[in-house]
């Protein structure tokens, strides 16, 4: 089975910073996927980032990027020129390749609160 | 049409009553899946579909069961819950050996009286 930690419950920066939430994993497979999700109050789940574990290239989405780091099974996310809407609650997820015709489910960590100070 | 579509967004139910949550999207994913979410904590997988077959129960009770009736629908049959059920309920759509384009609607806030 696959784990998710995220060991920073809650974090606070001030508008137009940078911060780094962090996210370590662990898990026997060779061959999946990363993810960020980003849950602001209304409870959307809305994707921020993937990672294919079998790129080496880091991913990233305009201010958003990670530092995929596969051997120490790390996976941060930097959020550059933080802005006051990037306030909501960011989860870390695996999910493992599914051969065959199957699918797998995500596992989350447990959530990092991020709060954008004016 | 990038979305997942999930009704009714709110519900209250009695203990004794039969629901269902609905759940529908039109990217062509053929993998499908249920989560359950309680305040302040992460989604847990309930159920996943992949090619209209269910691939995954995580131990769910029985008074949760899931259909999936086509490709691009997914129901949730809710009978004789309880109250601490009550949570939000998310559907969510991908590729299924990827994960690619993993999208979640904008679940079922589900309240058990």
């Known amino acids: 089975a696959q784990t998710v930690t995220q060991s920073q419950p809650e974090m606070s920066v001030q508008e137009a910073e940078t911060v780094t939430l962090s996210c370590t994993y662990d898990t026997s497979e060779n061959n999946y996927y990363l993810f960020w999700y980003k849950q602001p109050p209304s409870r959307q789940m809305i994707l921020v980032i993937r990672?294919?574990?079998?790129?080496?290239q880091n991913a990233t989405e305009n201010r958003f990027s990670v530092n995929f780091q596969k051997a120490a099974k790390s996976f941060s996310l930097k959020i550059s020129d933080s802005q006051l809407g990037d306030t909501a609650m960011y989860f870390c997820a695996f999910m493992k390749h599914y051969s065959g015709g199957g699918a797998d489910g995500l596992t989350f960590g447990k959530g990092t609160h991020l709060i954008i100070q004016p | 049409d990038t979305e997942v579509t999930q009704t009714p967004k709110h519900l209250v139910m009695g203990m004794t009553n039969k629901k269902s949550l609905k759940c529908e999207q039109h990217?062509?994913?053929?993998?499908m899946y249920w989560y359950k979410q309680k305040a302040k904590k992460p989604p847990e997988l309930m159920f996943v579909?992949?090619?209209?077959?269910?691939?995954i129960n995580e131990s769910v009770p029985s008074r949760f069961s899931p259909e999936c009736p086509n490709s691009s629908l997914l129901n949730l049959h809710l009978h004789a819950l309880q109250p601490e059920d009550s949570a939000l309920y998310l559907c969510?759509?991908?590729?299924?050996?990827?994960?690619?384009?993993?999208?979640f609607g904008s679940g079922t806030r589900l309240t058990v009286v």
């Open positions: 990217m062509g994913h053929r993998a």
């Open positions: 579909y992949s090619y209209e077959k269910l691939s």
């Open positions: 969510a759509s991908s590729h299924p050996q990827t994960g690619y384009g993993y999208t």
């Open positions: 990672q294919e574990a079998y790129k080496q």
